[in-house]
Antibody
Framework: EVQLLESGGGLVQPGGSLRLSCAAS????????MSWVRQAPGEGLEWVSA????????YYADSVKGRFTISRDDSQNTLYLQMTSLRVEDTAVYYC???????????????WGQGTLVTVSA | QPALTQSSSASASLGSSVRLTCTLS???????IAWHQQQPGKAPRYLMK???????NKGNGVPDRFSGSSSGADRYLTISNLQSEDEGDYYC??????????FGGGTQLTVL
């Protein structure tokens, strides 16, 4: 059974930093691209970033480019999102999502985690 | 880059059928999409991948009541025999394999 468990959310001041983690199990983690998707309160889904499954390519939404860094530790089956220079508008539930296709490129998501809440406020 | 348009809301009666629409932007009518369901207070759940041909592949455990179809740039999700647990938000997703993923704005479905 595929499981994705996010952690690391919390309250942070504007300009601060936070690192999210996503522990994966139930599939060959290293073979799949993994993404972070966020949802601001009362809003829709917004893709944030992804990392590929073999050569480890990285992808970012324009809204976070230069501030967020995605990484993965395939030996620990864990995905990370390092967030810096946080803004009030980064407040959201952050979901970890698994790409459906094996390989380094983006595809649709076939499994989602339960999410972790990040609140950026003074 | 592709964009997706969805109606903001839809409603239908318990036991009836409803068809939700996701429209791809001009020049992107060949793109594959995926449908996701988000019940109130829960994480999204993958429903299906849907091609321009109308062929679809559903996720594990998705009931037979859910089906997909396509016409030109429109991608449809049809839910038959509506149940109360079908109430929630439905999002379509597409992607450029080399650059980014994009979601539609979501359709809030109310079961009357």
């Amino acid at each position: 059974e595929v499981q994705l468990l996010e952690s690391g959310g919390g309250l942070v001041q504007p300009g601060g930093s936070l690192r999210l983690s996503c522990a994966a199990s139930g599939f060959a983690f290293s073979n799949y691209a993994m993404s972070w998707v966020r949802q601001a309160p009362g809003e829709g889904l917004e893709w944030v970033s992804a990392t590929g499954g073999s050569r480890g390519r990285t992808y970012y939404a324009d809204s976070v480019k230069g501030r967020f860094t995605i990484s993965r530790d395939d030996s620990q089956n864990t995905l990370y999102l390092q967030m810096t220079s946080l803004r009030v508008e980064d407040t959201a539930v952050y979901y970890c999502a698994k790409g459906a296709e094996m390989g380094d490129y983006l595809s649709h998501f076939d499994y989602w985690g339960q999410g972790t809440l990040v609140t950026v406020s003074a | 880059q592709p964009a997706l348009t969805q109606s903001s809301s839809a409603s239908a009666s318990l036991g009836s059928s409803v068809r939700l629409t996701c429209t791809l932007s001009s020049g992107h009518s060949n793109y594959i999409i995926a449908w996701h369901q988000q019940q109130p207070g829960k994480a999204p759940r993958y429903l299906m991948k849907l091609e321009r041909s109308g062929r679809y592949n559903k996720g594990n455990g998705v009931p037979d009541r859910f089906s997909g179809s396509s016409s030109g740039a429109d991608r449809y999700l049809t839910i038959s025999n509506l149940q109360s647990e079908d109430e929630g938000d439905y999002y379509c997703e597409t992607w450029d394999s080399n650059t980014h993923v994009v979601f539609g704005g979501g359709t809030q479905l109310t079961v009357l």
